[in-house]
């Protein structure tokens, strides 16, 4: 949902069409997990195969166009469940991978991939340099990173639900202090 | 063929040369398969499994070049094929994803990519805001999703050959109404 | 390694932080095999099976960080990584398709996006019209065309591996040829 309000809202600022808001949700919400099902070669695509997921989608985009300055009031909201999502997104990722038996690193970047495609994806979409590779814009794969090596560490000594909380509250927390005290990576310097 | 000129014609405004012409004519006229096939599964790609379509559209990107400017006068002719194709796409993607057991929804998200996804791929390398997402463009997805949900509802009770014709006549007549009265989607305002 | 260089310069000129330099080296890099592979159903994806690739990938990148103004004294090196990695990757994708029965022609089209379409998928994230289809850029894809075609040519009557090296050699010399006499193709006129 909050993925699919983020993209909505990008859509609108550069004044698509109801249609063009619509997709843009849909990608920014299902871009990062189709890319990752793709690689691996999961299909027909996650989305696909069950009707709630799109539906949500849609019902979040229907709201955005009708109610978009109403939504934006919960700012703070939406930041949480951006964050959450984040963090879900990423544990599922990783999940996928190593369940098919991939090294723990590609794993990471396959969780990465998944939490933080799907912006990239609505990006491109919209003409503009993924915010995520940009140094003015806040540090977000790199949140996914660390959670997730945490996570592939920790899921070999303790059990995974409890692996999974951890690697989520742990996405939010540095995720939180990221925005809270603006930290940014450096620019590459050529 | 409509879709191979248009994505050809696109990038000779850009002042492509001759390789991205012909890159970009490929692009739009088998991406939207192509995406439909890559997200179910479908491998290796429907093109690759036949020289007719690479050939012939090859053949039709080479006539671009050369004869640009003569091309250009058969605007009619170029709109009811790229109509027809339009139609036609639609309803193949929707039968490939009714094939494999998908829910009608989804085909019908489906049939849409397939018919509307080269001209996605086509503005992205051309590194425009995708035409089918913008106010000032023509409805174009929203007649493949009225034509697709058609087919899905008489798919069930009428023969489907006849379903298939009555999709693609509804497609043509919604678009060509379309054009002729300039109906737009309304913006999302924000 | 020349594929890493390339795509993180590209993004230490638009300015983006490390994380962004490091993924644009690694989608260069492993983008045209990454198309290939999800074209033909070969997944997971090739450089998802083994970490030497991504480490490669990697280490190259956070020297690029880390070393850039040093790293671009080595003009002619790169240049000819660059053009034996070219050769390489476009006999490989040939060869991919040819063990799953496609028709050579396709099999040709195949290796030339394993060469060449990292690159643009580099443009595409950073928000250029890819290089591959400007007139203003060097003859880059018509070289892997002819290597290609050649390769599928000889492999019939000679010995693969010498196939092999021939169609690299003929890939080096006319790309090394191209460059030198600043050979171009000509725009598409409208």
Redesign the interface.
Known sequence: MAFTISG??S???????????L??GFVTAIGGG?IRD????N???TW??D?TT?LIILGTGII??TF??YVKNFKVALFLFDTVGLGLFTVIGIQK?LA?G??P??CV??GTITGCFGG?LRD???????D????DKE?Y??VCIIGGTVYCLTIKIIPEQIAESIAILLICAIRMLAVRFKW???????
Chains 1, 2, 3 share one sequence.
């Open positions: 909505a809202f859509a609108m600022q550069k004044r698509l069409d109801w249609f063009g808001v997709s843009l189709t793709v690689l691996i070669g299909t027909p695509v696909m195969r009707m799109p955005c166009i978009g300055r991978g098919i991939l090294n690193g590609i970047a396959l990239v491109m979409l919209l003409n503009n340099i993924p995520l590779f940009r140094k540090i794969a790199t940014r990576l450096p620019a590459a310097r050529q």
